[in-house]
């Protein structure tokens, strides 16, 4: 709980704010992070090709990093690949799952005055401005 207090809302500060209430039908689904699913495909890419380095006899040509840092380069694009993929079945799969809920939509409206609201005593001045001459004078 926090101890600032909520700042009003418009309608509770202006009484000629117009509040308009339009009834609406929208679909709510959920989605998958697609970010996580290419991160996870990378990582688990880049384990294989760790496996893969050390699962073969070396190489008298390349030495082991060589090795891994090529397959790494190939699993991280593959597994990113490989995870948009799985995302983008996963999204397809729960549009199929999608509700359609009754919403409202609020719309708030305070009409512009013609003058600025007058400043109170003890307030700040804006930003900008000078409040008396000698600020001015360069």
Same mark, same amino acid.
């Given at each position: 709980m926090s101890d600032t207090p909520e700042p009003p809302r418009a309608e509770e500060d202006d009484p000629r704010a =117009? =509040? &308009? +209430? &339009?009834p609406a039908e929208v679909r709510v689904r959920r989605s998958p992070r697609y970010f996580r699913f290419m991160i996870t495909g990378a990582v688990l890419f880049a384990i294989v090709a760790l496996i893969l380095t050390f699962a073969f006899p070396e190489n008298p040509t390349y030495d082991r990093g060589s090795v891994f840092g090529f397959l790494l380069a190939i699993g991280v694009a593959v597994g990113v690949a490989v @995870?948009? +993929?799985v995302a983008l079945l996963v999204d397809r799969a729960t549009a199929r799952r999608a509700r359609t809920v009754q919403a409202d939509r609020i719309d708030v409206r305070i009409p512009e005055t013609a003058e600025p609201p007058a400043r109170?005593? @003890?307030s700040q001045p804006e930003p900008g401005t000078s409040t008396t001459p000698s600020d001015t004078q360069s």
């Open positions: =117009e =509040e &308009t +209430v &339009t @995870g948009s +993929v109170q005593d @003890g």
